[in-house]
């Protein structure tokens, strides 16, 4: 089964500044998808940004983007010019291609911002 | 579109009694996921349809989770018995699969608590 770490339960960092969110997570699958969710306090959970496995170029959206390591099993996600919006809960998650159709999710890193 | 809705939004229970939840999902999106989500924790993967087939349920779901997606629209969740432990946010998620885009998009859930 797999597993997906989330060492920091809580980040903080200043309005504008950068701050990168870690995830490790554990397969022996080589071919799956990645995720990054936001959860808003009391909103519903939205995508920030996915990876497919296969890929060696790391995803980017807008000020969000990604760093992934297949090899070391790593895909940590990297906010610039953070703004007050940004606050939530970030959610690390895996998908597998194969058998298993849901998501598995990390604990979370509460993310937040100082104006 | 209007994104993926359940209701209600939040229940309150006394313990033993019976509960239903509804989830519409994204028109168009063929699967439909379930998950559960305790405070402090990320989602737990529930089950999950394929059109009006349920495909998956992980050993989270007890004999007393019953699901059903009829005519593979809306879904239904139900808990008999209720027990305290089965206080937590429950989620409900929608995707479309074979366009080779694997997002999961989640619902505001529902927030049950068995008093």
């Known amino acids: 089964a797999q597993t997906v770490t989330q060492s920091q339960p809580e980040m903080s960092v200043q309005e504008a500044e950068t701050v990168t969110l870690s995830c490790t997570y554990d397969?022996?699958?080589?071919?799956?998808?990645l995720f990054w969710y936001k959860q808003p306090p009391s909103r519903q959970m939205i995508l920030v940004i996915r990876?497919?496995?296969?890929?060696?170029q790391n995803a980017t959206e807008n000020r969000f983007s990604v760093n992934f390591q297949k090899a070391a099993k790593s895909f940590s996600l990297k906010i610039s010019d953070s703004q007050l919006g940004d606050a939530a809960m970030y959610f690390c998650?895996?998908?597998?291609?194969?058998?298993?159709?849901?998501?598995?999710f990390g604990k979370g890193t509460h993310l937040i911002i100082q104006p | 579109d209007t994104g993926v809705s359940q209701d209600p939004r939040h229940k309150i229970t006394k313990r033993g009694q019976n509960v239903t939840f509804r989830c519409d999902p994204i028109?168009?999106?063929?699967?439909l996921y379930w998950y559960r989500q305790t405070l402090g924790q990320g989602p737990e993967f529930l089950t999950y349809?394929?059109?009006?087939?349920?495909?998956?349920k992980s050993r989270l779901l007890s004999d007393r989770f019953s699901a059903e997606r009829p005519k593979g629209s809306f879904s239904t969740l139900e808990i008999q018995r209720t027990e305290q432990g089965d206080s937590a946010m429950y989620l409900c998620?929608?995707?479309?699969?074979?366009?080779?885009?694997?997002?999961?998009?989640f619902g505001p859930g529902t927030r049950l608590t068995v008093t």
């Open positions: 998620a929608s995707s479309h699969e074979g366009r080779g885009i694997y997002e999961q998009y």
């Open positions: 397969t022996s699958e080589s071919d799956y998808y």
């Open positions: 990876q497919e496995a296969y890929k060696q």
């Open positions: 998650a895996y998908r597998s291609l194969k058998g298993a159709d849901g998501l598995t």
């Open positions: 028109s168009e999106h063929n699967r």
């Open positions: 349809f394929q059109n009006e087939a349920q495909l998956e």
